[in-house]
C-alpha cells in the first residue's frame, strides 16, 4: 500500500520537485533552477523537465484551489497588462494580453487569463470566471475605463433590479487612482515575465498565469497585512 502524495511514478523526490517550483515563483528561470538543482543536490535534470512539472502541479493545483470559496469583498479591481509572447503570431510582434481580476481588501485574484485581443469577449471571459467565486452580488467593479469593460460590465453584471453593482471607471479627477492595487500586481507579474525573457505560446503563458495566481493567492506572503489573501 503506497500513498499517493501525487509524486507517484515520478523519477525524481518530490522535495525536488517542490523546491524547483518554489524558485520560479520566487523569479528564478527554468535554466537557472536546473543549475541550482545540479550544484547544491547532484540533481541532473534539464530545463524543460522542470516546464513538465510546472504544466503537471499547476494543473492539479487549479483544480484544487478553484473549488474552494474564498470570503470576499465584492469589490473587485480588473486590469490588463501587455505580455510578450515569442511562438505566437499576432499584430503586435507577439504579444498578447494578461487579464487580471482581484478583490478589494483580500488581494485575492479570481481570475488569470491570456488573450490575443483585448475586445469585449475577452473581457466578458474574465468576469465570468471571477463570478464562479464571488458567492454573492458583486458591490462595485473598478476598471480603466477600457471601452470592453464597459460593455463587458453591462452583459455580465447589469440588472433592472437592486440594489446594482456599481461601474466604476478609475479615470478623471474623482475616480483616478484607485485602480492601483490591481495596478501593483502588474507591476509583480510585469518583473517575472522579463526572467522569463518571453513566454513560449498562450498556452504556455495561461498555465503561469494559473500557477502565479495560485501562488498569489495561496503562498506567497503580503506585507499590507498579516498572511496569505486567505
Request: proline share 1%; aromatic share 10%.
Given at each position: 500500500f503506497v500513498i499517493n502524495e501525487g509524486f507517484l511514478k515520478m523519477k525524481s523526490d518530490g522535495k525536488i520537485v517542490c523546491l524547483a517550483l518554489d524558485l520560479f515563483f520566487k523569479g528564478n528561470s527554468f535554466r537557472k533552477i536546473a543549475d541550482t538543482l545540479e550544484q547544491f543536490y547532484s540533481v541532473n535534470v534539464e530545463h524543460s523537465t522542470i516546464i513538465r512539472w510546472l504544466q503537471k502541479y499547476v494543473k492539479i493545483a487549479k483544480e484544487f484551489v478553484n473549488s474552494l470559496k474564498p470570503d470576499l469583498s465584492g469589490i473587485y479591481h480588473v486590469d490588463e497588462m501587455?505580455?510578450?509572447?515569442?511562438?505566437?503570431?499576432?499584430?503586435m510582434g507577439h504579444y498578447a494580453w494578461l487579464w487580471n481580476l482581484s478583490d478589494h481588501?483580500?488581494?485575492?485574484?479570481?481570475?488569470?487569463?491570456v488573450s490575443q485581443r483585448r475586445e469585449v469577449q475577452d473581457a466578458r471571459a474574465v468576469f465570468q470566471e471571477g463570478k464562479k467565486l464571488m458567492g454573492r452580488r458583486a458591490i462595485a467593479v473598478v476598471h480603466d475605463g477600457l471601452q470592453s469593460y464597459n460593455e463587458a460590465f453591462d452583459k455580465e453584471f447589469f440588472t433592472l433590479k437592486g440594489p446594482r453593482t456599481e461601474n466604476i471607471r478609475s479615470v478623471g479627477r474623482r475616480h483616478e487612482g484607485l485602480n492601483q492595487r490591481i495596478e501593483?500586481?502588474?507591476?509583480?507579474?510585469?518583473?517575472?515575465?522579463?526572467?522569463m525573457r518571453g513566454l513560449d505560446h498562450d498556452e504556455t503563458a495561461q498555465i503561469i498565469a494559473d500557477g502565479l495566481r495560485i501562488n498569489h493567492n495561496f503562498i506567497r506572503p503580503h506585507i499590507a497585512f498579516d498572511g496569505k489573501t486567505l
Amino acid at each position: 500500500f503506497v500513498i499517493n502524495e501525487g509524486f507517484l511514478k515520478m523519477k525524481s523526490d518530490g522535495k525536488i520537485v517542490c523546491l524547483a517550483l518554489d524558485l520560479f515563483f520566487k523569479g528564478n528561470s527554468f535554466r537557472k533552477i536546473a543549475d541550482t538543482l545540479e550544484q547544491f543536490y547532484s540533481v541532473n535534470v534539464e530545463h524543460s523537465t522542470i516546464i513538465r512539472w510546472l504544466q503537471k502541479y499547476v494543473k492539479i493545483a487549479k483544480e484544487f484551489v478553484n473549488s474552494l470559496k474564498p470570503d470576499l469583498s465584492g469589490i473587485y479591481h480588473v486590469d490588463e497588462m501587455l505580455i510578450r509572447v515569442r511562438k505566437d503570431k499576432m499584430e503586435m510582434g507577439h504579444y498578447a494580453w494578461l487579464w487580471n481580476l482581484s478583490d478589494h481588501d483580500t488581494r485575492f485574484l479570481l481570475a488569470s487569463r491570456v488573450s490575443q485581443r483585448r475586445e469585449v469577449q475577452d473581457a466578458r471571459a474574465v468576469f465570468q470566471e471571477g463570478k464562479k467565486l464571488m458567492g454573492r452580488r458583486a458591490i462595485a467593479v473598478v476598471h480603466d475605463g477600457l471601452q470592453s469593460y464597459n460593455e463587458a460590465f453591462d452583459k455580465e453584471f447589469f440588472t433592472l433590479k437592486g440594489p446594482r453593482t456599481e461601474n466604476i471607471r478609475s479615470v478623471g479627477r474623482r475616480h483616478e487612482g484607485l485602480n492601483q492595487r490591481i495596478e501593483r500586481l502588474n507591476g509583480d507579474i510585469r518583473d517575472r515575465e522579463i526572467v522569463m525573457r518571453g513566454l513560449d505560446h498562450d498556452e504556455t503563458a495561461q498555465i503561469i498565469a494559473d500557477g502565479l495566481r495560485i501562488n498569489h493567492n495561496f503562498i506567497r506572503p503580503h506585507i499590507a497585512f498579516d498572511g496569505k489573501t486567505l
